[in-house]
């Protein structure tokens, strides 16, 4: 395959990265709750996904069961994460900013310390390459790029349609929307906010888990991978904004992003722009700037439909007025 | 009351505080600090292999804490830095925070202010162009100079943007965060490094702090003076700078015009309007005192350590300020307090993570546990937690 199309496919792989983080981060914001903890969720996602592969390895299990077994991890220990910030957020009523951000130096340093300790995670080179075989369905074999595509990409893809259709066409997403748009009048309409709220940051950190997941194992394949989730994490709770609350836009929005993100790797095989060293620092700016450009325009426009949910960042206590 | 209508199990009540008792405050999250303590020692027993959760694995576990700081006098005046620069980064943050403008670029707006810093020593101090070579003092505070505009221009432009057209400020200081270090990889490869070695950086001797402190009394051998080394006399120079601007600042909030406007427009943006002031000129006015303030403790890092300036020389700190700002309720008096736990935790949690090699970032992991205890606390502190019983819920409906 060409440099061009090697690229696109690279960004379209790190895309689910993007679509997991920023989905789960959709539907904690769709219940009111701004989780800025999600670089941590992924992070100990993918600390947990590991775990599990590495037990899973131990006891020899097939292939397919390995992956599954690394899904259900990421799954389990990113929920975990979003159950301690709904105890902190939601129970104890805590700052929101102040627990999200908690969350993240909590979770992105409890994973440096797991990831380097080889008797509780141990994927070290042929043991690595071994686990990211496991993800390669459906494309495995295939010599070209399109390989990395696994089968974590397309359930991404399922998982943002799936939100998009739960959020837009259900009982239960209406009951969510309302939660995060109003809690005084979902809690008088007869809406369980609590358990809404409890149950949506559960399983959005739980798909955010899973992008910590993908990005380790998947996409990037490598030990030192876990060193740079944070600041995808950063990108993907801006990239809510910038798909404005809506789950399905995370998958064009993601390769938007990830093509930002990715061309800094490739800049050096291209010929005419001939940059270099440094250059590539200029070029990793681009996600972030861009990031920046959005927030601004989307702010500029401020269209009535483009809100975010009306109670985003504050706390619900029934007895305030 | 009758006793014999009570039923056995109580329900819970949640009911708002209406202000407690500051020693009963306190209590609790003392509490909550030794109980995060406890769990941090449990979750070292859990981690690590050389720790089992016995009394006398324990004990040595926490003498760890102690002796990161306070053993020798190198160790205090280490600790004493720390505090100062994390300090300064938190007193930067409180104006933003009480506004309720949630600056998370602390950590960018200190990288340039430290970026900046270093470019001015590297071109007026004789290492970039032997034709300009400064002496100490005037370099020292050209590059003050410089690394508080750096700080005031990357914390201005999220405020103009906000107060013109209401941008999401959180996500926009974040973003500026990465610019902000990718600018400062770049700046350093491009500009700052030997080009024909190893790309180490050259390195940057000139503009150092006056010496003011020779000699202080010696903490691990009592009775004899302990002589101060030059590096030494800079971290001393930098706590004494940030205990005057924890006073100014101090002063600021609680007695001045300013300060008032940042409560009341932190309190309700309406409120503040009818009362005329102008909030956009309030919100632009706060974030620049808070970038300046960012760019001091940029200048601050790049005095105590300017040939090892890195594009993570900041470490994190621009968010544990938050936290540190957050958890003093933006009073720069306990801020002291706070910050000094927080660098107290850190220090023990880095001896711990060497002694028995661990990743350096267990730090991170303890200081996360704790904090988690105390905002808990914080519940505690706000709200009441009432146990009716149905036979009294009766009663009072009749």
């Known amino acids: 395959m060409s440099h061009l199309g090697n690229f696109l496919v690279d960004s379209l792989a790190l895309s689910a990265t993007f679509i997991y983080g920023s989905t789960g981060e959709i539907l904690t914001e769709k219940a009111g709750h701004l989780n800025l903890g999600i670089p941590g969720v992924m992070c100990m996602g993918g600390a947990g996904g590991c775990l599990m592969i590495s037990i899973a390895m131990n006891w020899g299990v097939p292939q397919p069961l390995i992956a599954l077994l690394g899904v259900l991890g990421a799954l389990i220990m990113g929920a975990l994460m979003g159950a301690l910030y709904s105890f902190f957020a939601v129970t104890l009523r805590a700052n929101q900013n102040v627990t999200g951000l908690t969350m993240t130096t909590f979770g992105v340093a409890l994973m440096k310390v797991l990831m380097v300790k080889d008797d509780i995670i141990y994927l070290k080179n042929d043991r690595l390459a071994e686990a990211v075989a496991c993800f390669r369905f459906p494309f495995a074999g295939r010599g070209d790029k399109l390989q990395t595509l696994g089968f974590m990409f397309f359930l991404a893809v399922i998982v943002a349609v799936l939100a998009t259709y739960v959020l837009n066409r259900t009982r239960t997403g209406l009951s969510l929307r309302a939660v995060g748009e109003n809690p005084a009048t979902a809690d008088a309409a007869g809406i369980n906010v609590t358990r809404y709220k409890y149950l949506a940051t559960i399983i959005g950190s739980g798909i955010a888990g899973l992008g910590g997941l993908y990005y380790i194992v998947d996409w990037m394949g490598s030990n030192e991978a876990y060193k740079t989730i944070e600041g995808l994490g950063w990108l993907s709770v801006a990239l809510v904004i910038f798909v404005l609350w809506k789950p399905w836009l995370t998958i064009p929005s993601g390769f938007i992003f990830s093509v930002l993100y990715t061309c800094a790797n490739h ?27 959005i927030l601004i325009v989307s702010s500029v426009r401020n269209k009535r439909e483009n809100q975010p949910p009306a109670s985003l960042g504050l706390s619900y206590f029934r007895e305030d007025r | 009351m009758d006793a014999s209508k009570r039923s056995f199990l109580p329900i819970p009540h ?55 700081s306070f053993t020798t006098n190198r160790k205090l005046l280490a600790y004493i830095k720390d505090l100062a620069v994390l300090l300064c980064i938190g007193l930067a943050l409180a104006p933003a925070f009480k506004m309720r403008f949630w600056n998370t670029g602390a950590e960018g707006q200190t990288l340039v202010g430290v970026l900046a810093a270093i470019l001015v020593n590297f071109y007026l101090g004789g290492s970039g162009n032997p034709d300009i070579a400064l002496g100490d003092l005037p370099l020292s505070l050209i590059m003050l100079v410089a690394a508080v505009l750096a700080g005031c221009i990357w914390a201005a432009l999220p405020a103009l943007f906000k107060a013109r057209f209401n941008t999401n400020e959180t996500l926009f200081t974040l973003m500026m965060n990465y610019v902000a270090k990718y600018l400062v990889s770049f700046s350093i490869v491009r500009f700052l490094t030997n080009a024909n070695s190893s790309g180490s950086m050259k390195s940057l001797s000139s503009g150092r702090l006056p010496v003011l402190f020779t000699q202080m009394p010696s903490i691990d051998k009592p009775g004899t003076t302990f002589k101060i080394p030059q590096s030494l006399n800079d971290y001393l120079i930098v706590g004494c700078i940030v205990l005057i601007v924890t006073v100014f600042m101090f002063v600021y909030l609680k007695y001045t015009k300013h300060g008032y406007e940042i409560s009341v427009v932190g309190e309700s943006t309406r409120t503040a309007k009818y009362v005329g002031i102008s909030v956009k000129k309030v919100i632009i006015r706060t974030m620049l005192v808070s970038g300046a303030l960012c760019g001091l403790a940029g ?25 540190v700002a957050w958890l003093a309720r933006f009073n720069p008096i306990f801020m002291v307090a706070t910050a000094g736990i927080v660098v107290f935790l850190n220090k023990g949690a880095s001896r711990i993570a060497t002694d028995y090699s661990i990743s350096p970032s267990l730090p991170d992991v303890f200081i996360g546990i704790v904090l988690f205890f105390i905002i808990g606390s914080e519940f505690f502190v706000n709200y009441k937690l009432k146990f009716s019983f149905a036979g009294k819920a009766e009663e009072v409906s009749k």
């Open chain 1, 267 to 293: 800049v050096s095989s291209i010929s005419w722009i001939n940059g270099t060293m440094e250059d590539t620092y200029l070029f990793q700016m681009l996600p972030y700037v861009f990031t920046i450009i």
């Open chain 2, 14 to 68: 949640l009911a708002k505080r209406e202000k407690m008792n500051i020693f009963a405050a306190m209590g609790i999250r003392v509490l909550a600090f030794v109980l995060g303590m406890l769990v941090c020692g449990i979750v070292a027993s859990l981690l690590v292999k050389d720790i089992s959760f016995n009394w006398k694995s324990m004990k040595s576990f926490y003498y760890c804490f102690y002796e990161g």
């Open chain 2, 299 to 323: 200048w601050l890092i790049a005095q105590v350590d300017k040939s090892v300036s890195t594009e993570s020389s900041v470490h994190g700190q621009g968010f544990t300020a938050i936290l």
